[in-house]
């Protein structure tokens, strides 16, 4: 019998399980980007391929897995111990270095759910290291690879993963990354185990069905106390490495309980590596309302129930093969919840509030290292970094914004100084809040940050930023925040760099990383000076 009481004790032993794989996958990582930044997801989903749970990591992972499981549930067949590797974005991933690992658990011989596992692996082949450059088609950003069985009843298929391996720059990283990915799906198979034998699957199944519709009804609720109507908003991405002027245009309907996210008149897919394939618009999309309702509702497929989206195929946010799609994880999808965002503050003035950074500041470093047997791993001749940096997040009607902070689809952690300085040939000379980026108003929006690199060998640079051009809106009368930089000091000159580029830069060169603030919100009140008639 599901009670209040039951419900509530379920929902967290269900959100425990994902919990606590992340934390084994955080333990047993490789890299730098698993261990220290945390830049994986893991979800619980039902035999259906309905998200059941999920830990807190990262929105652009997490919205965008239901589709990939929904196929999964239906199209492949599961065996104990089967293990499914895939990360085509086209088939339900995100961007090629995002390797999703999906296993499924059974009682007896019958299918009771699935475990799933996304991490971003630091280099996954391609032209550019670390797998994240200016491409032009998906065939130049690393190994494309639709749902295959890396592991088939408990056996790995040592051909497929020799085959993943030799196409990466660091093969030995990659390898100790998929084991600890592999690690976290055993545990989190042990403890569903668990509850199969201490409550029966009578029980686990009833609460399931009840959790998804608790979560549907009130999130329902929540969209019935925004006001009804049409609300619209346009934005302009910076630019593709390759084109400018792309437009994101929304058109949210809301009424009864429900909400029409339509895309129509979005640009057509692009040249570069802005194009986002379906998951990840969804996954934005999923992001601001689960902002919108709060966070009391159990995070599961209820709450996208009430949520439709409709873009047209073959548009930025739709896109297909053989478009480069790198950037539309990181950078679009952030772009689209400044999108809907501005939207929605046409409905609740009061709540939302001004954009934030809007980018996610991609940084990918590569280097050859023949012989070091003290970076990185030890066998290894090629190393491979990726990163995140920080910026300013937008001002609230009740709120500051933070500063130096990840902000909307990202929700990594800061790369430790002391880790890059030992794993790689380089220096960070300096690292700081970056004073006066934060946009003025009523309430400031957060500082961005400046991060300045010291290259102690030559180094292939990939960057992938936005709000280079434009700056993140304020609202109700406030300020913009600062647009971000990137800056490089080769031979005593300063050259300013593009929003996107590819380069070699040499031993001495210093790369300056300036990210944008946030927006601030509501006008600055004049300040009474009192007097009044007779005042002299």
């Known amino acids: 019998m599901v009670t209040p009481f039951s419900l509530e004790i379920f929902k967290n032993l269900f959100c425990g399980i994902p919990e606590e794989m992340g934390a084994v996958l955080c333990r047993t990582g490789l890299s730098a980007n698993i261990r220290e930044r945390r830049d994986f997801s893991c979800a619980l989903f039902d035999s259906m391929g309905r998200l059941l749970a999920q830990a807190a990591h990262i929105p652009v992972h997490l919205g965008s897995m239901p589709l990939l499981l929904h196929r999964l549930a239906s199209e492949y067949a599961f065996s104990p111990g089967d293990v499914i590797l895939v990360n085509d974005p086209f088939s339900g991933g995100t961007h090629l270095p995002d390797l999703t690992l999906v296993s499924s658990f059974n009682v007896g011989r019958k299918l009771s759910g699935f475990l799933a596992v996304r991490a971003h692996h630091a280099d996954i082949g391609g032209a550019f290291p670390g797998s994240m450059g200016l491409s032009g088609e998906i065939y130049s950003e690393g190994v494309r690879i639709p749902p295959v069985y890396i592991v088939k009843k408990g056996k790995t298929d040592r051909d497929l993963l020799n085959l993943l391996l030799s196409n990466c720059r660091s093969p030995e990283e990659r390898k100790g990354d998929l084991h600890a990915q592999l690690a976290a799906l055993k545990r989190g198979e042990a403890r569903f185990k668990e509850l199969i034998a201490r409550y029966g699957l009578k029980v686990l199944k009833e609460h399931t069905r009840a959790l998804l519709q608790y979560s549907e009804t009130l999130t329902r609720e929540a969209l019935r106390r925004i006001p009804g109507g049409t609300y619209r908003a346009v934005e302009t991405l910076d630019g593709d490495g390759v084109q400018k002027g792309l437009i994101l245009r929304v058109k949210l309907v809301i009424g009864g309980g429900e909400v029409m996210c339509d895309f129509s008149g ?31 509702i159990p995070a599961n497929e209820g709450c996208f129930r009430p ?160 709000r280079r051009e434009s700056s993140p809106y304020g609202l109700a ?60």
Not at 269 to 283: D, M, S
């Open 266 to 296: 979005t640009a057509a897919e692009g040249r570069g590596c802005l194009n986002a394939p379906l998951p990840v618009t969804c996954a934005a999309v999923y992001y601001v309302f689960r902002c919108l309702i709060g966070d009391n």
């Open 307 to 466: 949520i439709r989206i409709h873009v047209p195929p073959g548009c930025l946010l739709n896109a297909g093969p053989p478009r480069a799609v790198a950037g539309g994880n990181v950078e679009t999808s952030q772009r689209v919840v400044d999108l809907l965002l501005l939207a929605l503050s046409q409905a609740l003035p009061g709540l939302i509030p001004a954009a934030s950074c809007g980018t996610m500041n991609n940084l990918s470093l590569g280097w050859e290292i023949e012989g070091r047997e003290d970076a990185g791993s030890s066998r290894d001749s090629s190393l491979t970094y990726y990163e995140t940096i920080g910026g300013g997040a937008g001002a609230g009607p009740e709120w500051s914004g933070d500063s130096g902070v990840q902000t909307h689809m990202t929700n990594t952690r800061n790369s430790p100084v002391e880790w890059l300085e030992i794993l790689y040939p380089l220096r960070i000379l300096r690292y700081a809040l970056r004073g006066g980026s934060g946009g003025s108003g009523r309430l400031r929006g957060g500082e961005g940050v400046v991060k300045e690199f010291e290259f102690l060998a030559p180094t292939r640079v990939s960057m992938i930023s936005e």
């Open 477 to 536: 009368g406030g300020g913009s925040g600062a647009p971000g930089a990137n800056l490089l000091q080769h031979r005593g000159q300063t050259v300013k760099l593009p929003a996107k580029f590819v380069r070699t830069v040499d031993k001495g060169d210093h790369l300056i990383i300036e990210t944008p603030g946030g927006g601030g919100w509501g006008k600055i009140k004049p300040q009474s000076h009192g007097g009044g008639k007779g005042t002299p």
